[in-house]
């Protein structure tokens, strides 16, 4: 019995090293795929900075104020409440968003004859021009992309990132509703 013993603790100490090689593999292969989808998220990160910085550049908006000029362009009239649920933003978000839009002269508000409490927003010519002279697309580089992407592709990616903020250890639901040109520019809803 006593050989019996010796010989398997000989051929498990044998197969260690196999398996610490083979562990270290997986750590490799997992260390090099984590290196090659941050080069990803940098250049996905790189090319929407760039982006808004040929808006900022060409007509003096942010890149969430100028996605807010191409939804009014498509919806004349739209109201600040639907403004903020097609952006994604808070209504506040998207008031202080106008507010910059409204001193360039790019968009005007109305109040309904029906309801003076109600506010209608409508582009400008100024407002159109600068959508024109705008670098494409105007609903922003990220945004674009994702509409362009398979149905299937895009709820495989939704369900990666849900992952991705699940193992960062989010603390509720912070940032959800700040423009992504926030968080890459520095900007703020009240500058500018």
Not at 39 to 58: A, C, L, M, W
Request: charged share 20%; net charge positive.
């Amino acid at each position: 019995m006593p050989r019996a013993n010796t010989s398997i603790a000989k051929a498990s100490t044998a197969h260690a090293p196999r398996a610490a090689v083979k562990i270290a593999n997986v750590r490799d292969t997992r260390h090099h795929h984590m290196l090659e989808v941050l080069k990803q998220f940098r250049i996905v990160i790189r090319n929407i900075k760039t982006h808004y910085q040929d808006v900022e550049k060409s007509i003096g908006v942010s890149g969430a104020q100028l996605w807010a000029l191409s939804i009014i362009a498509g919806k004349p009239g739209i109201k600040v409440g639907e403004l903020a649920h097609d952006l994604a933003v808070h209504q506040s978000t998207a008031s202080n968003l106008l507010e910059r839009l409204t001193q360039l002269g790019f968009i005007e508000r109305r109040r309904e004859a029906s309801d003076q409490r109600v506010v209608s927003i409508y582009l400008t010519t100024a407002g159109k021009s600068a959508i024109k002279q705008a670098p494409a697309p105007a609903i922003g580089l990220l945004q674009n992309a994702l509409l362009t992407m398979d149905e299937g592709d895009l709820a495989d990616l939704h369900e990666s990132l849900h992952k991705l903020i699940t193992a960062i250890g989010h603390k509720g639901r912070v940032g959800e509703t700040t423009p992504i040109s926030m968080f890459i520019t520095g900007e703020t809803t009240t500058s500018k």
